[in-house]
């Protein structure tokens, strides 16, 4: 019987309890702060802000919030950790406005964000193109070509187009393709979701 007292006594000192909580993953409050770029331009309170989470290079997860009368959205609890990142996306007038990475891994649990919008014009006139290069590559098969366009906005608003597509989309550049194209591919410098192809 000593002995298997003192077996009893060695296994409930050494062993853990099964009744442990596990340990909490890391979180964060995010705080974003979101301007209006243009002068006398409208309020941004009540505009819609996204906060897109990332996992090293991937996309796991999106929340959203309203702007304040302070002109911040806020997020609580947040996933946090050395891989973590954010990007604060505004919506104001309709159209989109990122903000840099803002990393998710500091140990003090807090990380802000700002986001400057625009109001939006369709007046396309403001827009202008500061250098247009087109290069041929001739291929086994097929010719390859690559146009880069620089497009300036000297104004202090953000240019939408007033034309519509079938789908009720605002056209702000359109680029005829050659007939029997492949193998589309754009610069990060663009919207994926703004890009369509008809």
Known sequence: MRY????????ALFTPSSGNAAEASPQAKVTVVVTNGTANGTAVEGDEVKLLLYKGQEQIDSLSAKVGQDGK?????VPAGQSMAAVARAKHQNMAFNSQPVLLGSASGEASASVQVFDVSADTSKLSVGTHHIIVAARSTSLEFKEFMQLRNPSDM???GSQRDDQNRPIVIAIRLPKGFRDLSTSS??????????
């Open 4 to 11: 298997l007292w003192i077996t009893t006594v060695f296994m």
């Open 73 to 77: 959205g806020v997020f609580e609890n």
């Open 158 to 160: 953000a240019i939408t």
């Open 189 to 198: 410098y663009l919207e994926q979701e703004a890009l369509v192809v008809t």
